[in-house]
């Protein structure tokens, strides 16, 4: 009787796996799991939006009832898709975009920011975390992506809080012009910084995005250094873990550093100034840090070569720039925990995967580059068992280039196939 069930059960589970749609994807080469080693010949199926198995060798389409469709990717390098910890979809930064943008409205920007998520998943991205851009804004296209009104990697939204005259706050533009674009989310003291990180939360951000310390885009000489007191750090970091968030802070000086991973933030942004106590404190806390080389590169070669930008900018950019490749093989090599994160919108949108070269470049192996961008990424977003690696029940998000990137890091700047849970994007 119990047998009998049983079987029916059985039955009626095989019954439902014919009918549904089922893809094979033949893989070459696949790294499966970043960390772990590559296998040749193995075929991953996949069914609606989730991997259901991956198997040695090319499994044969006629044992499979229902329609089957058959991806053949033999001679190519199949690994999970990319995820990038620190973009920014609504700016593109250049002495064009910069005045550009100053006419846009907030609807040419949305528009155009549809374009930049669609770029970042077709070169192989297909999680981002959007580490700050006009809320609302962010949040329609996160929303209107899980929908399928656009094509563009899953968002993870970063909501803003900031400091009067910090790094999150408006600069560089007359007084009345900041009076008009000052964030209900700049706040001074806990109490208000606790208003505000509750603020952001109430309105649709995933994560909050703090700056502990100056920024380098910051139209003001106030440096890079910790600006951000300690009692408004804990205070944000409490107010969002009580309503299940996590922090990320941007960070150059160590001062800064320090007093964020204090205060409990899970990720520090740019880390320009680690030094040996930062490390200590990273290792201590499990935080990660988002290194962003191509954020410096970018805006080093901008202060050399262009005119756009303000001296105190300029300034900022070429000693920052210097720090930031040093102290980031520094910490890799420490122990620190890297996750994947480019500042895309400092640099162009679809160049995500440069940021990979420069971390080879640096001194990193390419298993722990593309380790940093996947199952790494995936454990800050505390994503780990629905994205990061191609496994039984994970989202079918994955990519192929031609080559291997353990050999040659850049060939991940050339993605030729995309799936984003289970739909092909680029083929
Ligand atoms: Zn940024």
Redesign the pocket.
């Known amino acids: 009787m119990y047998h009998r069930l049983f079987a029916t059960l059985l039955l009626l589970t095989i019954t439902h796996a014919a009918w549904a749609d089922t893809m094979l994807i033949y893989a070459g080469k696949l790294l499966a799991i970043p960390g772990q080693g590559v296998k040749s010949e193995q075929t991953i199926l996949v069914e609606g939006d989730r991997i259901i198995a991956v198997r040695d060798g090319y499994a044969d389409a006629g044992e499979f009832d229902g329609d089957v469709t058959v991806i053949d990717l033999k001679d190519k390098f199949v690994l999970p898709g990319l995820m990038d910890m620190?973009v920014?979809l609504q700016i593109e930064l250049g002495p064009k975009n910069d005045s550009e943008a100053l006419k846009m409205s907030v609807q040419q920007i949305e528009m155009r920011s549809i374009m930049f998520a669609r770029r970042t998943l077709l070169a192989g991205f297909t999680t981002v975390r959007d580490?700050?851009s006009s809320p609302q804004e962010m949040y329609a296209l996160r929303d209107g992506i899980n929908n399928g009104w656009a094509d563009g990697p899953r968002i993870i939204a970063a909501g803003g809080v900031g400091i009067t005259g910090g790094h999150g706050d408006i600069s560089g533009v007359s007084p009345q012009l900041m009076k008009l674009f000052t964030s209900e989310n700049v706040c001074d003291g806990p109490y208000d910084c606790r208003r505000a990180t509750r603020n952001v939360i109430k309105y649709g951000a995933d994560w909050i995005k703090i700056a502990s310390t100056g920024g380098v885009m910051t139209d003001r000489a106030t440096g890079t250094g910790q600006q951000m007191e300690m009692d408004e750090l804990k205070e944000i970091v409490l107010a969002a873990k009580r309503m299940g968030r996590k922090v990320a802070s941007?960070a150059h000086q160590e001062d800064g550093i320090v007093a964020a991973l204090e205060a409990g933030v899970a990720s520090i942004?740019h880390g320009s100034y680690t030094g040996p106590k930062a490390i200590k404190l990273f290792k201590k806390t499990g935080a990660y840090l988002v290194p962003t080389l191509l954020a410096g590169t970018t805006v080093a070669n901008m202060a050399r070569t262009t005119d756009f930008m303000s001296d105190a900018i300029k300034e900022k950019a070429i000693t920052t720039e210097a720090a930031m490749k040093g102290n980031f093989y520094k910490s890799y090599r420490g122990g620190v925990k890297i996750a994947y994160g480019t500042?895309s919108g400092?640099s162009q949108h679809g160049n995500n995967a440069q940021e990979a070269v420069l971390m080879v470049k640096a001194g990193m192996p390419p298993m722990e580059v593309i380790k940093s961008a996947t199952v790494n990424a995936a454990d800050l977003l505390d994503m780990s068992s629905t994205i990061g690696t191609l496994e039984a029940g994970k989202h079918a998000d994955i990519i192929a280039v031609a080559h291997s990137p353990l050999e040659d890091i850049s060939t991940l700047l050339d993605v030729g196939f995309v799936m984003k849970g289970g739909k092909i994007y680029k083929q």
């Open positions: 620190h920014h580490a700050g941007h942004e500042d400092v």
